[in-house]
């Protein structure tokens, strides 16, 4: 039992100590939210502008399209990030040592950072979706947003695998690792069809698409928002998106756990490592 | 009881391509709980990647260390919990305050909020710290101020063992020995402490005993009066300078410009 106590402790320490980090940068979030919100906007837009371009599509459909992926992609993004540079923030601030030399579970230190990504990655997301509701009219009358609350929690656990795994980059990489993770974060946006359907990517992409959980979240949420879809016929989605978890979530820890073991061996915890 | 025991450890590292630097080169040595035990040597000489290894930070290459008895590999989080570390650099999240960084090395550690705040301020006032300055950002403080937040960070949770890695380098004298009493007194409390230092007046100091590193190699190891009663016949004003140079061949400054250079 106090072993548990210890370790719940230890959560809310990492959990306490991002959120003031947070709010000790809280200039960078006014500018990151301001982007995403920019970039929200646009993505509307250019669902405006198909139409007067002459697309024949119903205009607020495609733009109602175009938001869902945005935000959601917000949000998938903010996840991502913040577990994949848990590692590179230390690396900055050259704690990391300190950390790793902590006595609690390694799980325990990057689930409590998930924790706090899924709080704050919601939070953002809703505001950012009451700031763009005000400039475009959306129709909500028949989303399922109980079905699509389901959907972003699902779809969380395969992202939190994700992020865990990219946060080896920065650990085993102290110069490139940052790098890398970003690339791997603009493949998935080009994969996953945030902006577009799956199908009209080139074959193979389509079968690399299927890799990605952010696909079935994206088809997951549209189903539901857009088309009203009920929550049995979610399942489509839920499905792979469970079973991507169930396999996401504990390899990027094992996988973190062994890259932990590389980087101690070879010496590559120490900032210029 | 051993405190540690370090047996014939070795730490390998590749530098380039083709060179590999011998860090540590077979090691062996034990501290007794209740010791103040000091690792001297140079610059690049393979005292902090020792204390790496036994902080498990680092794997030894070969070789075991056991701390009160656990092995470093096999139970890393039972070691852990016997352990702390004050390197050279205060590291800290710069823009949070002190008392943040220090509640949060605390929580990791698993002590109660309460009791974390009341070992805070016994420490901060030993250190003749203003408590008043712990709501600063760290960013703010001096480097004497950063190593002393660091110091009560280590000494926090009044570990077993404590892994002082040149704790009081760079601090002006005065803050130099608030620390060294810090450590006498953390050592009155029970802690056992590893103590590695440039300072030779120090390690005299402070030391119950001693090793001195050269190039990754134990050259010598015993109590430092001892050491340098042994020479006082050779020389009559022998010091542990003087120790370092007859075990090594080269002064201690000698040494530290090879490094730089």
Same mark, same amino acid.
């Given at each position: ?273 | ?7 014939? =450890?070795? %730490?390998?590292?590749? &530098?380039?391509? @083709?060179? *590999?630097? $011998?860090?540590?080169?077979?090691? /062996? !040595? ?41 092995? =470093?590999? %096999?139970?890393?989080? &039972?070691?852990? @919990?016997? *352990?702390? $570390?004050?390197?050279?650099?205060? /590291? !800290? ?61 280590? !000494? ?106």
């Amino acid at each position: 039992m106090e072993a548990v106590l210890r370790e719940l402790r230890a959560a809310m320490a990492f959990v306490e100590r991002n959120f003031n980090l947070i709010k000790r940068y809280w200039k960078w979030e006014v500018v990151f939210f301001a982007y995403t919100i920019a970039n929200t906007v646009t993505m509307g837009f250019i669902g405006k502008g198909a139409v007067s371009f002459g697309a024949t599509v119903d205009a607020d459909f495609l733009v109602l399209y175009m938001l869902i992926g945005s935000i959601l992609w917000g949000y998938l993004s903010i996840l991502f990030e913040i577990v994949a540079e848990t590692v590179a923030w230390e690396r900055w601030e050259d704690t990391i040592e300190y950390t790793f030399m902590a006595p609690v579970k390694r799980v325990t230190h990057l689930l409590s950072v998930c924790i706090l990504s899924v709080f704050y990655g919601v939070l953002r997301s809703g505001l950012i979706l009451m700031v763009v509701s005000l400039l475009f009219d959306l129709d909500l009358s028949r989303a399922n947003l109980s079905g699509a609350g389901l959907v972003l929690g699902v779809a969380s656990l395969s992202f939190i695998g994700l992020g865990v795994a990219g946060a080896v980059l920065p650990l085993i990489s102290p110069e490139k690792g940052v790098q890398v993770v970003h690339i791997f974060q603009a493949l998935l946006l080009m994969f996953s069809g945030v902006y577009y359907e799956v199908d009209v990517l080139p074959f193979w992409m389509q079968k690399v698409a299927a890799f990605s959980p952010a696909t079935y979240a994206l088809r997951g949420m549209r189903k539901a928002i857009l088309h009203g879809a009920n929550t049995a016929s979610l399942w489509k989605d839920v499905y792979p998106l469970l079973f991507l978890g169930a396999l996401l979530l504990p390899l990027g820890i094992a996988i973190f756990y062994q890259m932990e073991r590389f980087a101690k061996k070879k010496g590559l915890l120490k900032r210029n490592g | 009881m051993q405190a540690v025991v370090v047996r014939n =450890v070795s %730490k390998y590292f590749k &530098k380039g391509k @083709r060179e *590999i630097v $011998r860090a540590v080169e077979n090691i /062996s !040595f034990e501290i007794e709980e209740g010791e103040i035990f000091g690792i001297l040597g140079p610059n690049g000489s393979g005292k902090s990647t020792l204390i790496r290894m036994i902080a498990t930070l680092l794997i030894p290459d070969s070789g075991t260390i056991e701390v009160f008895g656990h092995d =470093v590999l %096999k139970e890393p989080d &039972k070691v852990r @919990r016997l *352990i702390h $570390r004050v390197s050279v650099e205060a /590291s !800290f999240f710069k823009k949070l305050s002190a008392y943040e960084n220090l509640f949060f090395s605390a929580g990791v550690y698993g002590l109660l909020k309460k009791k974390a705040l009341d070992r805070i301020n016994e420490l901060m006032d030993l250190m003749g710290f203003d408590r008043k300055r712990l709501k600063d950002p760290i960013e703010d403080f001096s480097r004497g101020m950063q190593q002393k937040v660091a110091i009560a960070r280590a !000494f926090l949770t009044k570990p077993k063992l404590l892994l002082l890695d040149e704790p009081t380098t760079g601090l002006d004298p005065k803050a130099k020995r608030e620390v060294q009493e810090l450590i006498l007194h953390a050592n009155r409390e029970g802690s056992t402490v590893l103590l590695s230092t440039h300072d030779m007046d120090e390690a005299y100091r402070l030391c119950h005993r001693l090793l001195i590193m050269h190039e990754g190699k134990l050259v010598v190891q015993g109590r430092p009066r001892d050491l340098v009663e042994k020479l006082r016949k050779k020389y009559p004003d022998a010091s542990l300078e003087t120790v370092f140079m007859e075990y090594t061949g080269k002064s201690f400054e000698e040494l530290e410009m090879e490094e730089v250079s």
